[in-house]
């Protein structure tokens, strides 16, 4: 896979060249993450618009629903975590991101069903 380069709005866009590239969508969204900016904001719109251009990008979706996670808007980052588990249901860190939003939430029979399907992953 092509290495992320890091990269302001101006500059992502002369690098990237398409706003069809994932890339361009994440090296923006982690540049707004960086311990000095940390605009979490910033970076979920980023996200999110990368989504609208490419609705079916598993990384796009599971950085989408981990950023959530991480602002607790625990709800958006469920349901983001299963798109993921859609695009990629042979990668257990989206049912592991949703086991821990639902753990954050309460909802613990609904936690340990994603830690159990996660498991099921490691186990074939």
Not at 26 to 54: V, W
Not at 57 to 66: E, G, I, K, M, S
Not at 85 to 92: K, S, V
Not at 115 to 120: E, G, M, P, S, V
């Amino acid at each position: 896979e092509p290495k992320l380069v890091l990269l302001d709005i101006k500059s992502a866009n002369a690098f990237y060249k398409d706003f069809s590239d994932y890339r361009l969508w994440m090296s923006l969204a982690q540049q707004k993450l960086e311990p000095s900016i940390g605009d979490y904001d910033a970076a979920i719109d980023y996200l999110r618009n990368g989504i609208r251009q490419i609705p079916c990008c598993y990384t796009l979706l599971y950085n989408y629903a981990t950023v959530n996670e991480n602002v607790r808007n625990f709800t958006i980052a469920i349901r983001y975590f299963k798109y993921a588990q859609i695009m990629r249901p042979d990668c257990t860190d989206p049912f592991y991101g949703e086991a821990i939003a639902c753990f954050k939430t309460g909802q613990y029979e609904e936690s340990l069903a994603a830690i159990q399907k996660a498991i099921a992953i490691c186990s074939a």
